[in-house]
T-cell receptor, first 117, second 114 residues
Framework: AQTVTQSQPEMSVQEAETVTLSCTYD???????LFWYKQPPSRQMILVIR??????QNATENRFSVNFQKAAKSFSLKISDSQLGDAAMYFC??????????????FGQGTILTVHP | DAGITQSPRHKVTETGTPVTLRCHQT?????MYWYRQDPGHGLRLIHY???????DKGEVSDGYSVSRSKTEDFLLTLESATSSQTSVYFC?????????????FGSGTRLTVV
């Protein structure tokens, strides 16, 4: 079974600084997708960024970027120029591509990010 | 989010009573999922559906059942609620057949079993 581990229950960062959230996963699949979701206090789940495992290039979305290390099964999220609105719970998620997975997502435990003004 | 609604948003119920949570989508997507969120566990899959009357268990399905008689509705039932089922429940849909898309989540239902 696939597992996703976020080893940092809480992280904090100063406004305008950079922070990196860690995620590791375990799978025997070779083709899959990885996601980072943001959950603010409103409880809404917001997709931040996604990465296809077959792509070597790391995904970026404005101030958000990932460091995808397939051999190490590591998928960290870097937030640059942190803003107060970035404060939230962040979840790393995995799902295999195709096959009989039915698109089921496996989530990590989450990391609470605090942004200090 | 547009296209998916969960009801109720909050519910308090007594131990031993049945509870049904509803997920409704307006976009005719095939795949729907129920997750529960608990501190230290992230989101865990309870049940999922891949079509009308096609459902299967996730990793934490004990004590839960689901039904999908129409494409747009996916119901989660706690047959006899227990305190361990106090949680926040999320429904999700997988948009279309483009596999690289993320998922759309409902706003969640906070269920308290007393």
């Amino acid at each position: 079974a696939q597992t996703v581990t976020q080893s940092q229950p809480e992280m904090s960062v100063q406004e305008a600084e950079t922070v990196t959230l860690s995620c590791t996963y375990d799978t025997s699949e070779s083709d899959y997708y990885l996601f980072w979701y943001k959950q603010p206090p409103s409880r809404q789940m917001i997709l931040v960024i996604r990465q296809e495992a077959y792509k070597q290039q790391n995904a970026t979305e404005n101030r958000f970027s990932v460091n995808f290390q397939k051999a190490a099964k590591s998928f960290s999220l870097k937030i640059s120029d942190s803003q107060l609105g970035d404060a939230a719970m962040y979840f790393c998620a995995y799902r295999p591509r195709g096959g009989t997975s039915y698109g089921k997502l496996t989530f990590g435990q989450g990391t609470i990010l605090t942004v200090h003004p | 989010d547009a296209g998916i609604t969960q009801s109720p948003r909050h519910k308090v119920t007594e131990t031993g009573t049945p509870v049904t949570l509803r997920c409704h989508q307006t976009e005719n997507h095939r795949y729907m999922y129920w997750y529960r969120q608990d501190p230290g566990h992230g989101l865990r899959l309870i049940h999922y559906s891949y079509g009308v009357k096609d459902t299967d268990k996730g990793e934490v399905s004990d004590g839960y059942s689901v039904s999908r008689s129409k494409t747009e509705d996916f119901l989660l039932t706690l047959e006899s609620a227990t305190s361990s089922q106090t949680s926040v429940y999320f429904c999700a849909i997988r948009p279309g057949d483009r596999e690289t898309y993320g998922y759309t989540f409902g706003s969640g239902t906070r269920l308290t079993v007393v």
